[in-house]
């Protein structure tokens, strides 16, 4: 099983990618509930340099509540964490955790279906993005 879905946008500015995926998101139902700025944590907190890199926290409130109500240790692995990161010259990389993981740590009943449909939202917002990026 594949730890994320992922996707890559050479040639694509990252802020151009991070609003098209926050807006993907949205249209898939997702809210962002966090976002980390990790370039920058890791420049104030360490004094190192990286590429840019931001953590979103992305949310559906019904799926996350019907998670919940099969386990509650779920909550563990929510939000759903969506990485845009820079990729080569003038580049991006969007990679979304694959809810399948939840499942696999997670074999209560009802897990499985919440997370086959988060995933079928996520590759929406996924395919959304290829439309507009590709």
Known sequence: MQLSLSRTYPGAGFDDVLAKTRAALADAGFGVLTEIDVQATMREKLDERMERYTILGACNPPLAHRALTATREIGLLLPCNVVVREHGAGGAIV????????????PEAGVAEVAAEA????????????RELT
Do not use: K, T
């Open 95 to 106: 990679e979304a955790v694959n809810p399948a993981v939840m499942a696999e740590v997670a």
């Open 119 to 130: 995933a079928a939202r996520l590759e929406s917002a996924l395919d959304a993005l290829d």
